[in-house]
């Protein structure tokens, strides 16, 4: 290649296989305001080109794209893929094309909406579902749960197969829960024990002593708060010993008037 070049001599630039040229091919000779030679513009560049991407037509058995389908697809190209009736998709529904090649999130698969189903839904301790051995459970069938007596059911009671073969909702959880009582209950005669727990949804009845009245209701029943509902009811003396006065009327209840005469 010549070192010096003559004033209109024209030249051509060419890139290595594999490289592209970035810029204008021929540069010329010229002569500048100061009368020195000189290249009509910069030479130009040759780079190497980025890797071409190129994933190939995604096939969806049982299933169709619902955009134009294509022999291959470049960088970030999209497809929109639907399945057949009858059938469910088990994946995304839209996919795009990567730099690797691949379809991003990977190209969904139909499967067949009779084939699926759900596993036994999980027993729970102190409690129980009424699934028995049913070894598989179609879409749409229900399965109830319940507690053992004096367990509260956490969760959700009544769950669901669907499509996708999954139940719908976490299994339940079953709760002790117990009542107790003040340790003195005043003329008290029936209906509780003393330092006995009572389970959720007990019901007791209460008696009082005779010479005692029973306030509020005779009848009480444990609930999830720990608690009694309505309150415990209380044993009210009829009457007690007071001091009188002469010439004084004390009433101890409904039924006993006392009179001092002197």
């Known amino acids: 290649m010549a070192e010096h070049f003559l004033y209109g001599t024209e030249i051509s630039y060419e890139c290595d296989q594999g490289f592209s040229l970035l810029g204008e091919k021929t540069v010329r000779c010229i002569s ?5 030679g000189s290249w009509s513009r910069p030479p130009p560049q040759c780079l190497k080109p980025p890797p071409v991407t190129h994933c190939s037509n995604p096939e969806v058995k049982h299933g169709y794209k619902l955009n134009k389908t294509r ?5 970030n190209d999209i497809v929109y893929v639907a399945c057949n009736p009858g059938f469910i998709m088990n994946g995304s529904e839209l996919i795009w094309c990567h730099t690797n090649n691949k379809w991003v ?3 969904p698969t139909c499967i067949k909406i009779a084939l699926i189903g759900c596993q036994p839904p999980f027993k729970i301790p102190n409690g129980n579902h ?22 509260l059911l956490v969760g959700d009671a009544l769950l669901y197969c669907t499509r996708e073969g999954t139940w719908s909702h976490p299994a339940p ?20 024990e003393s330092g ?4 959720y949804g007990a019901v007791v009845t209460l008696e009082c002593e005779e010479g ?8 009480s029943q444990c609930q999830e708060d720990h608690g009694w509902n309505p309150p415990l009811a209380v044993c009210r003396s009829q009457g007690s010993l007071v001091p009188l006065l ?14 001092c005469c002197c």
């Not at 022999?71 to 960088?75: E, K, M, R, V």
């Not at 010439?247 to 209840?253: C, T, W």
Request: glycine residues 12%.
């Open 105 to 107: 999130p990977g190209v």
């Open 71 to 75: 022999s291959s697809y470049s960088h």
């Open 196 to 199: 006995k727990k009572y389970q």
């Open 32 to 36: 500048d305001s100061k009368g020195h």
């Open 212 to 219: 005692y009245t029973l306030e509020g209701s005779p009848q």
């Open 173 to 192: 959880s079953c709760k002790e829960v117990n009542c107790s009582f003040p340790e003195y209950m005043n003329g008290m005669q029936k209906g509780l």
């Open 130 to 151: 009424t699934g028995g051995d049913i070894a598989r459970f179609s879409a749409g069938m229900s399965v109830p749960y319940s507690c053992d007596e004096g367990y």
């Open 246 to 259: 002469c010439g004084l009327s004390v009433r101890f209840s409904d039924s006993h008037l006392l009179d």
